[in-house]
């Protein structure tokens, strides 16, 4: 990844830098390197360390202690699931499933609160969907958690649903959804349970190859990864998702924001998207904002005037408007530019990406929701002009901006190798790029919209010796097999941190 020497046969290293790159037998010369300092990579291709752009890290960790849905079709296999679950789970504690594949069922075949009632009686219970903007539970869990569904409230939800009509199914989405998120997995935030999660996050991202992680966690998990970080064997950059700027601020970060309590919108599964046009799906919503664009506007200021970078949820094109918005007043008023971001940027319109280029705004985008809701999810909900635009990796690419490539895990794997195959397979021909281009996007392009282009991303002397040892080239393997690639070793400044 570095244009000026875009292949070599050896890779010079001393503590955690780069020293030199180039012909083997000269390096041994020129730095009279013993046989025992040779370390013999057999054959592997090496590149640079993978950089997730975009990880929910303590949600990535507590996956240890949720049940896992996913790939699962059949509701009487679920539902199974759910029950043997129950069976060997604490009576004390919730039942947590995720990756509940619900836009991938049909509507008749969903599962809903008495199928849990059955499946597990008394449990307190929330079934999510890859995106967790929609889960499943119980009128008895809504009652411990002190969540009131009442169809004239229902958390000053506005976003048009069934409830009204058919009362509650045990489907719920936007406000509802998140506050009982939070309320059910606070018994996961014990600081021992959080550091035992922190280490599975990162002894599961390195298996895959991947060297650091632009991690969004809460607030209140900030100060605790902050303390705990430096003992981890990869590297993290903290995004915390919280309005207080003076506290992220004082915690010596550089940057705020992410998804959860800072989100511009929701995600289309549950019609909370924000869209510039209604659903075709349901015409009487065009989605969610949870901001007034007057509130906005003063988030950006505050943030931008301490000179952090802000990195904000858009997945409507309706929530990336109001954030460019935002920051082109913001900018009007400062007279500097700073390297914001937009994170997802799922439907952006091309009007929207050369606004994007104009104001020096990065995109940290997830190949990965394209193999698992390609553009044909949309069609039914949007329209087929919409589906169309879904995850729009060659327009972003033909427009320059900066791109990095992240996995939103836990909504989907922490595989780069994944993520580079879905930009190369993209379900639209015309958004396709090149396995090169991926590869970049997953290291170069994610180390700049990261601000640590100048330590990361490429294998340069003076930056951090981060290298993933592959068993075969991504550019020349058959990109239906480029996902399949095995990670042999990786090495994070200087260190082997995984080896098969």
């Known amino acids: 990844m570095d244009v000026s020497l875009p292949k070599a046969e050896a890779i010079l290293f001393e503590g955690e830098r780069i020293i030199a790159v180039g012909n083997s037998s000269d390096l041994k010369n020129i730095y009279a390197i013993n046989n025992k300092d040779i370390f013999d990579a057999k054959g592997a291709v090496i590149v640079p360390g993978f950089i997730d752009a975009h990880n929910h890290y303590t949600l990535m960790g507590v996956q240890k202690y949720e049940l896992d849905l996913g790939g699962i079709f059949n509701r009487e296999v679920i539902l199974d699931r759910i029950h043997q679950e129950h069976l060997t789970l604490d009576p004390n504690l919730p039942l947590i499933g995720i990756n509940y594949e619900v836009d991938h069922i049909p509507k008749d075949y969903h599962i809903y609160k008495f199928d849990l009632q059955k499946a597990a009686p008394g449990r307190t219970i929330q079934i999510s969907d890859r995106s967790s903007h929609m889960s499943v539970t119980t009128e008895q869990t809504l009652q411990i958690a002190e969540i009131n569904l009442d169809p004239k409230e229902c958390l000053q939800c506005i976003v048009p649903c069934t409830l009204k009509m058919t009362g509650f199914t045990g489907e719920i989405c936007g406000l509802a959804n998140s ?170 319109t091309k009007e929207q990406m050369e606004q994007a280029k104009r104001l020096g705004v990065c995109l940290s985008i997830q190949p990965n929701f394209n193999h698992f809701w390609n553009h044909t999810t949309y069609i039914e909900q949007l329209g087929e002009s919409r589906a169309m635009r879904a995850d729009p990796i060659q327009s972003i690419v033909e427009k320059g901006i900066p791109m990095g490539f992240g996995s939103d895990c836990a909504v989907t794997p922490c595989d780069p190798l994944l993520t580079i195959s879905s930009a190369v397979n993209h379900s639209l021909p015309h958004e396709r790029i090149s396995p090169a281009h991926a590869l970049y996007f997953h290291t170069m392009g994610s180390a700049y919209i990261g601000m640590e282009e100048k330590d990361k991303g490429s294998i340069t002397p003076g930056k951090f010796a981060d290298m993933v040892l592959l068993e075969a080239d991504p550019t020349e393997v058959n990109p239906a097999e480029i996902k399949d690639i095995p990670v042999k070793m990786t090495i994070a400044k200087g260190h082997v941190i995984y080896s098969e």
């Not at 009982?180 to 021992?192: A, E, M, T, V």
């Not at 064997?233 to 550089?254: C, F, M, R, S, W």
């Not at 959860?260 to 349901?282: C, H, I, N, Q």
């Open 179 to 348: 506050t009982l998120h939070h309320f059910i997995q606070k018994g996961l935030r014990d600081p021992i349970t959080l550091k035992t999660a922190w280490k599975y996050a990162s002894l599961t991202a390195a298996k895959h190859g991947v060297t650091s992680i632009h991690a969004i966690v809460t607030e209140e998990e900030m100060n605790g990864l902050i303390y705990y970080k430096d003992i981890l064997p990869i590297d993290l950059k903290i995004y915390t998702e919280t309005k207080n700027v003076k506290a992220v601020k004082a915690a010596g970060l550089k940057q705020i924001g992410g998804c959860g309590a800072v989100m511009v919108d929701g995600d289309s599964g549950p019609f909370t998207a924000a869209f510039l046009e209604p659903y075709t799906e349901r015409p009487e919503t065009s989605g969610l904002l949870y901001y007034s664009d007057e509130e906005l506007e003063d988030f950006v200021w505050e943030v931008h005037s301490a000179g952090l970078q802000l990195a904000l949820h858009c997945v409507g094109d309706a929530a990336s408007q109001q954030v460019l918005n935002a920051i082109e007043a913001v900018q009007n008023r400062s007279g500097r530019k700073l390297r914001h971001r937009i994170e997802h940027f799922e439907f952006g």
